[in-house]
């Protein structure tokens, strides 16, 4: 199913400002709704998907994250705590990829990257 340009311009913004969006990835977003329509548009997707694909990340890499001192220390335990229910929850349902705002949706982005280019 495609997705119109307005709809794809909306779902950038939405992963950039999520608050779970890195600075590479809020970068990279950034550049391409500032880029849209001009002949940057193409590069600027070209950097856009390659940082999503960095980026985005599997339930089980996010379950392991989940279980790291670092987690703790930038999420706090009890958000850990929370956010460990949450992804056995999404495990146990066939999910495949972080549930966090940025991931879900850099899925959707991805799995209509080519509406990036045009």
């Known amino acids: 199913m495609r997705m119109s340009k307005n709809a794809m311009i909306a779902k950038v913004k939405e992963v950039v400002a999520a608050g779970s969006c890195c600075a590479e990835l809020k970068a990279a977003g950034e550049e391409w709704l500032d880029a849209v329509g001009t002949p940057q548009q ?8 390659k ?3 960095e980026d985005v990340q599997s339930i089980d890499a996010t379950m392991e994250f989940l279980k790291s001192q670092a987690a703790v220390d930038f999420l706090g335990a009890e958000t850990v705590a929370q956010m460990t229910e949450q992804g056995k929850k999404v495990k146990a349902s066939g999910g495949k990829y972080c549930f966090c705002p940025a991931c879900q949706g850099g899925v959707e982005i991805l799995a209509r990257k080519e509406e990036l280019f045009a």
């Open 42 to 49: 193409k590069e600027a997707a070209e950097r856009l998907v």
């Open 51 to 53: 940082e999503l694909e």
